[in-house]
């Protein structure tokens, strides 16, 4: 059964630390997302990469995010140095490009849970 | 920017009832998406809608594109205890084919 798998699934650090989340797309999907969801702003959209070349992460902190994919296989978010704001859940997506054969619907891995102390 | 509001926010819905959920978009969509998250899940795609004034039913659930392509509703009808959970639309603009999504409608079921 095909998943986006996500891991660590809950972190918890102190402000400062680095953190790095990874995700591992579903195979043959060349569209990974990286989301992050709060109560107060829903799902917000940090980081988009298609082939995996960033196509925009208009929505990350550049200060202190950034995401990569160093494979096709495998997508990070990292976050240096942490701060107790970035606690929320980071949701990574993947997906087919949307065209007459697929719908472009996302699949979603079940979230890696941040707090930062 | 593009915006995709939904109404509203928060919902208790008696079991049994029905419920509708609205999202709209401040810029013309080329598609609509529909997901619902469980609590403590992570969001799951229900449909997508593609034309203009499209109807889509999934059992109990009808879906509706707006004739302009700025809103969409979700009709619920014998609301189940398994409905509860966040219910989230994502428009996707026609002019830099983004996928924006709403806050969601997070929906508490009476039993």
């Known amino acids: 059964d095909a998943r986006v798998t996500q891991t660590p699934r809950d972190k918890v650090t102190e402000m400062g630390q680095e953190v790095t989340m990874r995700c591992q797309p579903i195979?043959?999907?060349?569209?990974v997302f990286w989301y992050r969801q709060t109560m107060m702003q829903g799902l917000e959209l940090l980081a988009y990469?298609?082939?995996?070349?960033?196509?925009?992460d208009s929505g990350m902190p550049k200060d202190r995010f950034s995401a990569e994919m160093p494979d096709a296989t495998l997508a990070t978010l990292k976050i240096q140095p942490s701060e107790p704001r970035d606690s929320a859940v980071y949701f990574c997506?993947?997906?087919?490009?949307?065209?007459?054969?697929?719908?472009?619907?996302?699949?979603f891995g079940e979230g890696s849970r941040l707090t930062v102390l | 920017g593009q915006q995709v509001m939904q109404i509203p926010q928060y919902q208790h819905v008696q079991e049994g009832e029905d419920f509708t959920t609205y999202c709209n978009s401040s810029?013309?969509?080329?598609?609509i998406q529909w997901y619902k998250q469980r609590p403590g899940g992570h969001p799951v795609f229900l449909i997508q809608?593609?034309?203009?004034?499209e109807v889509k039913k999934q059992k109990r659930l009808t879906f509706q594109f707006g004739e302009a392509k700025k809103n969409s509703s979700l009709h619920i009808t014998a609301t189940q205890t398994t409905d509860v959970g966040t219910y989230f639309c994502?428009?996707?603009?026609?002019?830099?084919?983004?996928?924006?999504f709403g806050k969601g409608n997070q929906v508490v079921v009476i039993p």
């Open positions: 810029t013309t969509l080329s598609n």
């Open positions: 990469f298609r082939n995996r070349a960033p196509l925009d």
């Open positions: 997506a993947s997906g087919l490009p949307r065209d007459r054969k697929n719908t472009g619907e996302l699949f």
């Open positions: 994502a428009g996707r603009d026609y002019g830099n084919n983004r996928l924006a």
């Open positions: 195979l043959g999907h060349n569209t």
């Open positions: 809608l593609v034309k203009s004034g």
